[in-house]
């Protein structure tokens, strides 16, 4: 009997030993962060999923482009360009300018932009990491490209526009100088001023421009960062700079138009004209454009943003452009077929912006810089095979630019920045317009936002 | 059943019997029960020694006493009685519905209620069985003073939600710990589909013979780190030693969904589409799509009227059949059980079938060791819809217009609707589930010593799932030619155990009992998933039919704890009752320096009718009175949520890494402490009445803490803020009438309760979730939202009441036509404060009528679906009938705004779709016959019973949505299920069935 109790006795103690090593226990699918971010090569994937970031489908997988003609567009069945059919309540709310700071798509949008900040921060701050100068170099300019980029999507959407030739105080967005690493701390903040983030779109933009390469393989490169340039000196009404950077680009990139126009699209890797494109594979990123663009042969959900007459109208005969569509034999619903590959790139900046910009910057300057604004625009026309034009204005340009770059995400940027109202009458008749900076075209803060950052103000007409 | 549960505590009464010191001569006789049937199992001792022994299968006993000695005979839920031996003597027996008498199972042992200072609700076997509901849970309902128990709607493998005593918890696991034979049960939800299931829905009630729901802390504590939300304890049944008991039961029945709602017809919604354009100037747009939805019919004499609704419901049917054989001699018992289970759901497309298995065996190896293994199997297989947030789900087809036809001429759905077609989904997709359970436990028992034993007990649980999703060619939103998903998950869980337990009187007036041990408990959970695309064509249903394969997921995680525990009941003299227990978890889920808790729990009790002078009171028959303290832990915090982690996160097929989840180094359990106060009184031998009060603060809250989105996280873990729920229990147990021919026994029970936050992170901050939010000093997890405060006269504009705050800190409750001047303010409890269950039993000869009402008061619940469904036209949506209340002219007094297309005129977040759902269910009903037992002698059968039984037969509510027990069940982007929220939910089923059960 004694035997019997101390050998239970015995096997008792031993067991617990052994049991108590049993509680150091890793994750199998996730790393602690301090690992990741103490070896070049953690820092490195950081690095690459900050672009998976983007290519999320409520980012640069698409949704950040559609935002931009679902708020652009009239939404007023006889005026539209396109008319909104889908189901989805947040996106109708653009569609009818009365958005909601409930709305969980602006919301994703929001959360996502900022987490690509902040990724692009820890990239920076640790890139010491990384042992190979030009590396670091290199790795610096991506993650501050991909910074500007978010915060340029940011202050154009969530603030009031940016307005030449004056001081531009109005509230923008809340900026993260630092990387966060102690998400215990109070991390309230007020929005900094439009002019600010601005500053630090443009600056972060120059440092990229110096610091990458001119050829990236699908990452930004230096031109990348030059084109983005181009595009924020635009709408800063900054037609010098924004004339001298799309100059470089077309000057010194390599980019070419296609031959074709609809060779443009629907690619899995980068072709001549892609400037920068966000790669999208069966098992990596999500395009969103073909969700809400294409028919569901074509893996959208059938055409939720379908092309009306009034689009149609804008076009001259002939122009490929204007027959650049298809009509949904399911629900007769008329299509683009800029997004009919599921798989496809997202383009984010075609080669044919540029000439776009150079032009509208030559013609208001009155300079000839690289071409005239005329040889351009007839070298976008004529690849589309329309007729060449033989004198331009200014509104000529602005109406190339919808007729080129139409459902890839300008409209609303380009009515702000050239100060255009949008009239959502019924009737077409101008007795409803929505000014270029009405409180109905900036998108509410996130309400979740709102609830959690104490410091930070709404945008006027929105509740909380 | 009866004859199980006594065999059940025959065996456990074996178990502790000592053996006996021989005696002078010789007693033998019999115990019955007033009808003269014999009992076996009935412990006789002869009064004032340890000489004791049972009946056998047939009722007789022998016992080493001399004639003239005092015998007493006892026996669970009947009176013990006290007689002078006499040799060939009877012993009859009355039964006695007291509860008193009942062995609870405590965790680690069993002990009498009469001894208990616990808090522990209980069911058994005869309480549950033959309802017609495909889970346990759901058995359970309404009769359990404190427990809640809510199925999240009316799929046939709904999640189910358990709430003890309130929540002990806002962003952690709040569900109990479920424990079947000492087995920590893996109750993981492993859906993909977004909706939940229920892993319990693995068991099956003819195989359990109790249930016992530990709810203070004094129970509890020997649970620790997981013990705060409660612990279940499942108990299956087990042989009795005696000829072998066969029994069969087989039913059948018939389901309806409880309550439909009501919608508008095609007639109806044209005309008030028309109006909604022609106030918005827009009829052009309305009816340029009415044209597309009706197809070329003339949507304007309402050439198609389609009932949309009637295409989501259909009629279901239950099958039950199980059978169970029992017995066994004095070495060896056993159980065998079989159960099949076939749920045809109301919903279309919906159905379980399941098939259940139990062998329990022990084996007295030699007087002092006996072994034995429980073991049990199950398969079942589920057909799913998608998640109610789906628009192929078929609950969101009552928004389609009713003028689209559901099919064409040809017989194919119907493919130009507003939404996509849920026909579509049925025709061209299927969701099917397959879980396996294996649940076994192989134990020793060794008697080292007079009154010490040594358990051992190692128990393995394994859940196995997989799920198979097939899209076919024609399936909504493909592109792909077909597309098949399939996951498979192990879950794996094994649990070593061992402890001492020591019994011993002294003095005859001091009963002590100990037990001390320790438990390893190690998990494992492997998945994976595979999905391809483009088929051949739409025969092929498997990964190997597609072209290519698309996309793969594994992964893999585990957790273990290290304890020991140890507990201590001492009473003197039957009066006066002490309890004390501690357990020391460990647990790989906590932080380094946090990676260890201690858990004591203390309980005392007076029972004041032992007291010289209650002790012959015949009125006042029993009198307790009890309380109790311990700490208790909840360690359902996630496996790794401490940590500040990365994930992979690829680009264009290149490594990546995301930032994942914001760590927090001193994350641990959250600390419940729990008070218990508590009476116990019988009057007359007839009427028990016990009352509690609980108060259970929960420290340590683990949040979910929503950071500033511009951080780049969205959340982060915390241990910060309080909780505290406390009420009232009280269950009364009566027996009415009680004559030879007819019982009528009646238990109800009412809890009250109420989960107030008292502390929040970061200086008090209130935590908003959608429409919910956490703040000090209101209901947790209340609802948030704008008032509604209905329809201008004058024009049919919706008014929000403004709830601003005025420089003198009150509310402005002016109204605004503008909803952004309007401020959201606590609106509602999405938990009930008043929950009550009235059970009735009458039997008369051979009927036996049962019936249970369950009742709940003071929660709401916020359709989030109506801001598509209750518009007044703002889209195409179809709308619920009341929308036809709507403001057409000055004057008019509705609550219903002027129908507007597009308009958005109140269709935003308010109380407008906020609905109180209080009600009163008849939860089941059960009629049933027995044949006279001569007749039922000349068929070779011991019994043969008929019987008619109901599940929801009747429900009375004001509430207006399809059901209260109707929520949402998709897990929305936070993860977590929102609480009380209806968005296209279905309600459960009201089913009645037939069924018979016979005894060999």
Request: charged share 20%.
């Amino acid at each position: 009997m004694k035997a019997n109790k101390l050998i239970l006795l015995i096997i008792f103690t031993v067991f617990f030993a052994s049991c108590e090593n049993e509680l150091d226990l890793d994750p199998k699918q996730r790393e602690d962060a301090t690992v990741t971010l103490s070896t070049e090569g953690g820092v490195t994937n950081v690095l690459t999923g900050t672009y998976a970031l983007a290519a999320n489908g409520n980012a640069y997988g698409g949704r950040v482009l559609l935002y931009a003609d679902l708020l652009g567009v009239t939404g007023s069945l006889s005026t539209t360009d396109l008319r909104w059919r889908g189901s989805f309540g947040e996106l109708r709310q653009m569609y009818n300018k009365l958005m909601l700071s409930d709305n969980v798509i602006i919301e994703g949008t929001y959360s996502r932009l900022y987490s690509i900040i902040n990724a692009s921060n820890t990239v920076i701050e640790n890139i010491d990491k990384v042992k190979d100068p030009d590396k670091q170099k290199v790795m610096i300019g991506e993650a501050n490209f991909l910074r500007s980029l978010a915060y340029f999507d940011l202050v154009r959407f969530f603030a009031k526009p940016y307005v030449s030739g004056q001081a531009n105080t109005q509230l923008g967005v809340v900026i993260r100088p630092n990387a966060i690493y102690d998400f215990g701390a109070d991390l309230s903040k007020e929005r900094s001023t439009v002019d600010e983030v601005y500053k630090v779109i443009i600056d972060g933009l120059n440092l990229a421009y110096t610091n990458l390469p001119e050829e990236n393989s699908f990452y930004a490169d230096k031109y990348s960062a030059k084109a983005l340039l181009a595009r924020v000196y635009l709408q800063q009404g900054n037609y010098t700079a924004a004339r001298d950077a799309a100059n470089d680009v077309i000057e010194n990139s390599g980019h070419s138009l296609s031959a074709k126009y609809a060779d443009a699209f629907n690619h899995d890797t980068d072709k001549a004209e892609d400037v920068f494109a966000i790669q999208i594979t069966k098992q990596t990123g999500l395009n969103d454009m073909v969700t809400f663009y294409a028919s569901e042969g074509n893996g959208g959900r059938g055409g939720d943003f379908t092309i009306r007459d009034a689009y149609l109208e804008k076009f001259s005969d002939p122009d490929d452009r204007a027959v650049f569509n298809y009509v949904n034999e399911d629900n007769g619903r008329l299509l683009t077929s800029k997004f009919t590959d599921q798989f496809g790139d997202v383009p984010l900046i075609r080669l044919a912006e540029m000439y776009l910009i150079r032009a509208e910057a030559n013609l208001r300057l009155g300079t000839a810089t690289g071409d005239t604004p005329l040889n351009d625009i007839n070298l976008i026309r004529t690849r589309a095979n329309a007729d060449e034009l033989l004198t331009l204005t200014v509104d000529d340009i602005l109406l190339e630019r919808q007729l080129e770059l139409g459902m890839e995400g300008f409209l609303i940027h380009d009515i702000r920045r050239t100060k255009q109202s949008i009239d959502i009458s019924a009737d077409g008749d101008g007795s409803d317009l929505l000014l270029y900076d009405s409180n109905r075209l900036v998108f509410p803060i996130p309400l979740k936002e709102m609830d959690a950052n104490k410091k930070i103000t709404q945008n006027p007409g929105y509740g909380s | 059943m009866k004859i199980n549960l006594k065999h059940f505590l025959w065996l456990l009464l074996v178990l502790s019997v000592q053996i006996a010191v021989a005696q002078g001569g010789t007693i033998s006789g019999t115990v019955t029960d007033n009808k003269g049937v014999p009992i076996p199992g009935v412990n006789i001792v002869l009064k004032g020694t340890s000489v004791s022994t049972q009946t056998d299968f047939d009722g007789n006993f022998k016992i080493q006493a001399n004639t003239g000695d005092v015998l007493v005979a006892s026996y669970v839920s009947f009176a013990t009685v006290e007689v002078k031996a006499s040799n060939a003597m009877t012993i009859k027996m009355v039964e006695t519905q007291n509860e008193l008498e009942a062995v609870m199972v405590v965790g680690y042992g069993t002990q009498s209620k009469k001894n208990l200072t616990d808090n522990i609700a209980r069911v058994t076997a005869k309480d549950i069985q033959q309802i017609p509901v495909s889970n346990v849970q759901n058995a359970l309902v309404g009769k359990l003073a404190g427990v809640q128990i809510t199925q999240t709607n009316g799929k046939v493998e709904g999640g189910i939600n358990i709430r003890v005593r309130g929540a002990a918890s806002i962003s952690a696991g709040t569900q109990p710990l479920y424990v079947l034979d000492g087995i920590p049960l893996i109750n993981d939800n492993e859906s993909s589909n977004g909706a939940p299931t229920n892993p319990l829905l693995t068991l099956s009630t003819n195989e359990i013979e109790s249930i016992d729901v530990l709810k203070d802390a004094s129970s509890a504590a020997i649970y620790g780190a997981r013990g705060a939300n409660g612990v279940v304890l499942i108990t299956t049944k087990k042989g009795k030693e005696g000829k072998g008991n066969f029994s069969l039961n087989f039913s059948q029945g018939v389901s309806e969904p409880t309550h439909k709602r009501k919608w508008l017809n095609a007639k109806q919604y044209v005309e008030l589409l028309q109006e909604a354009g022609r106030n918005v100037d827009d009829l052009e747009s309305v009816e340029d799509e009415l044209e597309y939805l009706s197809q070329g019919t003339d949507w304007r004499n309402g050439e198609v009227d389609t009932d949309w609704q009637d295409i989501a419901f259909r009629t279901g049917y239950t099958t039950d059949a199980d059978f169970s054989a029992s017995g066994g001699d004095d070495k060896t018992k056993y159980f065998f059980s079989g159960a099949y289970n076939n749920t045809t759901g109301i919903i279309d497309s919906n159905d379980l079938e399941r098939i259940t298995a139990r062998s329990n065996l022990s084996h007295k190896v030699t007087d002092r060791f006996t072994a034995g293994i429980n073991f049990g199997f199950s398969r079942s297989v589920i057909h799913r819809v998608q998640d109610d947030n789906s628009f192929s789900t078929p609950l969101q087809s009552v928004a389609q217009a009713p003028i689209s036809q559901a099919r064409l001429e040809d017989g194919t759905p119907n493919p130009n609707t507003e939404y996509v077609n849920y026909l579509l989904a049925k025709d061209n997709t299927s969701w099917k589930t397959i879980m396996r359970r294996l649940t076994g436990k192989i134990f020793g028992e060794l008697k080292l010593a007079k009154g010490l034993k040594f358990n051992s007990d190692f128990s393995y649980d394994l859940l196995m799932q997989t799920e198979d999703y097939w899209q076919g060619k024609n399936a909504p939103f493909m592109a792909t030619d077909g597309a098949v998903f399939a996951t498979s998950v192990n879950t794996e869980n094994y649990v070593f155990s061992n402890y001492f337990t020591y019994d011993h009187t002294f003095a005859e007036k001091h009963v002590l009992n100990a037990v001390a041990g320790m438990e390893f408990n190690k998990y494992n959970r492997r998945y994976q998933d595979v999905n391809s695309i483009y088929f051949p064509n739409d025969d092929f249903h498997t990964i190997d039919g597609g072209a290519e394969v698309n996309e793969g997921h594994g992964n893999e995680t585990d957790y273990a704890f290290v304890s020991q525990f140890g507990r201590l009941n001492y009473s003197y003299a039957g009066k006066y009752l002490f309890k004390a227990s501690v357990r020391r978890d460990g647990s790989s889920r906590f932080g380094k320096n946090e990676r260890f808790g201690i858990f004591p729990a203390f309980s005392a009790g007076w029972v004041i009718s032992q007291e010289e002078f209650l002790k012959d009171n015949n009125i006042l028959s029993y009198l307790k009175v009890k309380a109790s303290w311990g700490k208790l832990g909840n360690a359902e915090i996630g496996n790794f949520a401490s940590r500040q982690l990365y994930r992979p996160n690829p680009y264009n097929l290149k490594s990546g890494l995301t930032f994942d989840q914001a760590g927090n180094d001193n994350l641990t359990w959250e600390k419940s402490t729990q008070t218990d106060l508590g009476v116990e009184v019988g009057f007359l031998n007839k009427i028990t009445f016990e009352a509690d009060y609980y108060q259970k603060d929960t420290d340590g809250l683990l949040f979910q803490v929503p950071l500033p989105l511009s951080s780049g996280a969205t959340y982060i873990n915390k241990n910060i803020g309080k909780i505290r729920s406390s009420g009232f229990e009280f269950t009364l147990n009566t027996k009415n009438i009680e004559t030879e021919n007819f019982k009528w026994n009646t238990s109800f029970n009412l809890t009250t309760n109420e989960s107030v936050v008292k502390s929040l992170p970061n200086n008090n901050t209130d935590i908003i979730l959608d429409f919910g939010i956490n703040r000090v000093g209101e209901n947790i997890s209340s609802f948030y939202l704008v008032e509604y405060a209905g329809v201008d006269p004058a024009n049919g504009d919706a008014l929000f009441v403004k709830n601003t705050v005025n420089a003198d800190g009150s509310l402005d409750k002016s109204t605004t036509n503008d909803y952004s001047e309007a401020k959201r303010i606590i609106s509602g409890n999405p938990f009930p404060t008043l929950m009550s269950g009235l059970t009735n039993t009458m039997t008369y000869k051979g009927f036996d009528f049962t019936f249970t009402f369950q009742g709940e008061w003071g929660a709401s619940i916020y359709n989030s679906a109506g801001q598509y469904m209750s518009t007044a036209a703002d889209y195409f949506d179809n709308q619920t009938a009341d929308q036809l209340n709507r403001w057409q002219n000055p004057g008019d007094i509705t609550d219903v705004p002027q129908a507007r297309f597009g308009a958005s005129n109140g269709t935003q977040a308010s109380t407008r779709y906020l609905d109180k759902s209080d009600f009163i269910r008849l939860r089941n009903l059960t009629f049933g016959y027995s044949l006279p037992s001569q007749a039922v002698k000349k068929m070779q059968l011991s019994s043969l019973r008929v019987y008619f039984t109901a599940v929801n037969l009747l429900t009375f509510t004001n509430y207006e949505g399809y059901d209260p027990e109707a929520r949402r069940d998709d897990s929305r982007a936070s993860g977590a299920a929102v609480i009380g929220e209806d968005f296209y939910s279905a309600p459960p089923a009201k089913t009645i069935a037939i069924g018979v059960n016979i005894n060999f």
